[in-house]
């Protein structure tokens, strides 16, 4: 990475290799590196990571208009390659752009590129019939844009492909989704505020009680106003980091957020609501207003993201994913919240309990409630009775004191 660092002038460059929340993917995690320039978005390279780290797939490689030239997308291209240094990259398919920069740019271990091996090497992991499709692609760019493209490195550069992709296209394996299981995991979804100053000032005071300071928040948004668009993740960290994700794309110059964590327990025991399974986190698809046990809430500043603050609720609080659509909420949504999420008049909210042992029993205690009864009752009149004991007339016996021993009399 230090040959393209050392082209770039003194812009405080920084990168910042993160989750990127993406529908495609499928078992691949979508990952993504940023590249902020004095703390301002200057671009990115989005990518997925087979799930044993092994194989990367390119997406995508954008940089903001005002930093081009500087051989930003350069130092991206290498921090990924630094990143996953024994993975097998695919760069996919080049536009006309993304052609004239692979051009110009000197690839860290071009050995490691799909492109440039025969696929008995890397099959498992792409697939042969894509890549040839992707290698002749690339080649008719090269030839349209009159650049070399380090062709000499390409596996029998313009040769035919076909042939060859099919024979090791059985070799392919597309691994199945593993992602979280919402009746068994716990989950982290998280949303940016823009609380009232007054409110903003209070929720970020470290002397107040951390509990307290949620349940504002709470009142403030509603019990029922949990984030259904939201990627519910396995993390705390990847909440947050969605989060920032937003603010950075955020061009409208705003008062300062809130970035809020909210925990919830599995929804066990329960019918599962239609979610849609990613590697690494799970969307609630068209929510109806789902019903959770929210077991805390963690909140950083965007302007002081270093310091969280924490509450647990134990027991945990009753609460609901708001519903994707206020006219598809679920009846038992409707019976609880309004249609913006705040509780209706004689709702209060209250916190869940752990169930009683006896619940559902009623039959059972009952049952033997009667047996121990009954045998109370048999014992009772198997017993033989008692011989009655007349007791020995008391003997009476006078105390008298040693003349010694008379009190005086007063005189």
Avoid: C
């Avoid at 993975?87 to 860290?108: K, L, Q």
């Avoid at 300062?256 to 590697?279: C, G, I, N, Y």
């Avoid at 909140?299 to 002081?304: H, K, N």
């Amino acid at each position: 990475m230090a040959g393209a660092e050392a082209r770039l002038d003194a812009a405080g460059v920084s990168l910042w290799l993160t989750d990127w929340k993406v529908d495609g993917g499928g078992a691949w995690s979508g990952r993504r590196i940023m590249a902020l320039v004095g703390g301002s978005y200057a671009g990115h390279l989005d990518f997925y990571v087979h799930p044993d780290g092994q194989a990367v797939d390119v997406a995508g490689l954008d940089v903001s208009p005002d930093y081009r030239k500087r051989h930003l997308a350069s130092v991206m291209m290498d921090a990924l390659y630094a990143a996953y240094p024994t993975a097998w990259i695919n760069h996919g398919g080049r536009s006309p752009e993304r052609t004239v920069w692979w051009d110009g740019y000197t690839e860290p271990a071009p050995e490691r590129n799909v492109h440039n091996r025969p696929p008995a090497e890397w099959a498992y992991y792409f697939d042969p019939l894509t890549v040839a499709a992707q290698k002749a692609r690339n080649a008719y760019q090269n030839r349209y844009n009159g650049v070399n493209g380090h062709k000499e490195a390409v596996y029998r550069y313009g040769e035919s492909m076909e042939a060859e992709a099919r024979q090791y296209a059985p070799d392919f394996h597309e691994p199945d989704v593993q992602g979280p299981d919402p009746g068994l995991d716990e989950l982290y979804g998280g949303v940016r505020l823009f609380l009232p100053p007054g409110l903003h000032r209070i929720v970020h005071d470290s002397s107040r009680d951390a509990a307290e300071r949620a349940g504002l928040v709470l009142d403030h948004i509603g019990h029922g106003s949990l984030p259904h668009h939201a990627p519910w993740s396995t993390t705390e960290h990847s909440a947050f980091e969605d989060l920032v994700h937003e603010q950075v794309f955020e061009t409208a110059p705003r008062q300062p957020a809130t970035h809020m964590a909210f925990r919830v327990l599995p929804l066990a025991d329960r019918e599962l609501p239609l979610h849609d399974v990613k590697a690494t986190w799970v969307h609630f698809v068209d929510s109806p207003g789902i019903e959770v046990q929210l077991a805390g809430m963690s909140w950083r500043s965007s302007q002081r993201p270093w310091v969280t603050h924490s509450a647990v609720f134990d027991p945990p609080v009753d609460a609901a994913i708001s519903p994707a659509y206020p006219k598809d909420a679920g009846p038992a949504y409707r019976a609880r919240y309004s249609e913006i999420g705040d509780l209706l008049p004689g709702q209060a909210p209250h916190r869940a309990e752990e169930a009683s042992p006896y619940a559902e029993r009623e039959t059972e205690i009952r049952a033997m409630a009667d047996k121990l009864q009954q045998g109370i009752a048999r014992r009772a009149t198997d017993r033989p009775a008692a011989a009655s004991v007349q007791p020995e007339p008391a003997e009476h016996h006078v105390h008298q004191q040693h003349p010694q021993q008379q009190t005086p009399r007063i005189r």
